[in-house]
């Protein structure tokens, strides 16, 4: 694998975009505190330099690899707080910043300019340089788990087929544009159960882009209550942004430490049979 050259980022962007709360139910939550992250990794892609900050496990059993949506960057709250919750819980966390957004551009590039990017950063999450992942108990490199939020989960999901990812995180999926139900991106999450892979979708209860409700039969979400597209909460909802990043870190945690390549080497064979099972089943 090509090495990625080392950096240091300044303070990244503050996020944009999220949807708008409703007349008289202003409250938006402030953004979690930030953890401290472990090595920061430039990578030349076809798109320019993507950067992968990385929050590692002491001995991870995988590494979750997320992206960020075409409204933001890494310090959206949900990302954050999976890089602060799962490396405790023995996932490593590597947040990927696109090449537009490294650049300091306000605008996405078209779709496929992003998974070109993706494929590209794809070798320097599956083979770290030490400083990075952490090596797992048996002193490898971690499996690793595709995934994202919005923008992020789409190109995740569109990629992971031929990336050699070992499941798929999709943190508020735009399952249509607001207000535009016909216009679905199912197709695009049942490629990768097509493929074979597990899927996790854990979406906000009033996501304008797509509400759990409206995703088909055997793609049904993980409902994050009185959230919406930024899992943002108002003031009248009763709860409070703590309660909600904990729902998104706890549901993401629990699925991805349940994948079969999560178990140690000796015991993935029996895991895999019985999360075979449960899918079957």
């Known amino acids: 694998m090509a090495v990625p050259r080392s950096a240091r980022p300044g303070r990244p962007p503050a996020p944009r975009g999220g949807s708008a709360a409703p007349a008289g139910d202003r409250s938006r939550p402030a953004p979690p505190p930030a953890p ?10 076809p798109a320019g330099p993507a950067r992968i ?22 310090g959206s ?3 954050v707080a999976l890089a602060a919750a799962l490396p405790a819980r023995g996932v490593t966390v590597a947040l990927v910043e696109q090449p537009w957004r490294v650049a300091g551009k306000r605008l996405a590039p078209a779709p496929r300019t992003l998974d070109t990017a993706w494929r590209a950063v ?6 770290p340089p030490e400083d990075a992942a952490g090596l797992t108990a048996a002193g490898s490199a971690p499996p690793v788990v595709a995934g ?3 923008a992020g989960a789409r190109v995740a ?4 087929g031929e990336t050699g990812a070992v499941g798929v995180v999709a943190l508020a999926f735009p399952l249509h544009p607001p ?3 016909e216009r679905s991106r199912a197709d695009e999450l049942t490629a990768v159960t097509g493929a074979g892979l597990p899927l996790l979708v854990v979406q906000g209860e009033r996501d304008p882009f797509g509400r759990p409700g409206e995703f088909p039969t ?3 979400p993980v409902s994050v209550p009185a959230a919406d597209h930024t899992f943002a909460v108002g003031a009248r909802s009763g709860r409070g942004p703590e309660e909600t990043a904990a729902a998104v870190a706890g549901a993401v945690g629990d699925w991805v430490l349940a994948l079969p390549d999560a178990a140690p080497a000796g015991e993935r064979d029996g895991s895999r049979h019985r999360w075979d099972t449960l899918r079957e089943g």
């Not at 979750?64 to 949506?69: M, N, T, V």
């Not at 794809?122 to 083979?127: F, N, Y």
């Open 36 to 45: 401290t992250p472990g090595a920061v990794h430039t990578v030349d892609t």
């Open 77 to 79: 709250p949900d990302l």
């Open 218 to 220: 055997g793609l049904e």
């Open 122 to 127: 794809w070798p320097a999450l599956v083979d």
């Open 53 to 74: 900050t990385w929050h590692p496990a002491g001995h991870p059993r995988l590494t979750l690899a997320l992206g960020h949506g075409a409204g933001g960057g890494i």
């Open 179 to 181: 207000g535009r139900p």
């Open 157 to 160: 999901c569109r990629t992971a």
């Open 148 to 150: 994202g939020r919005s």
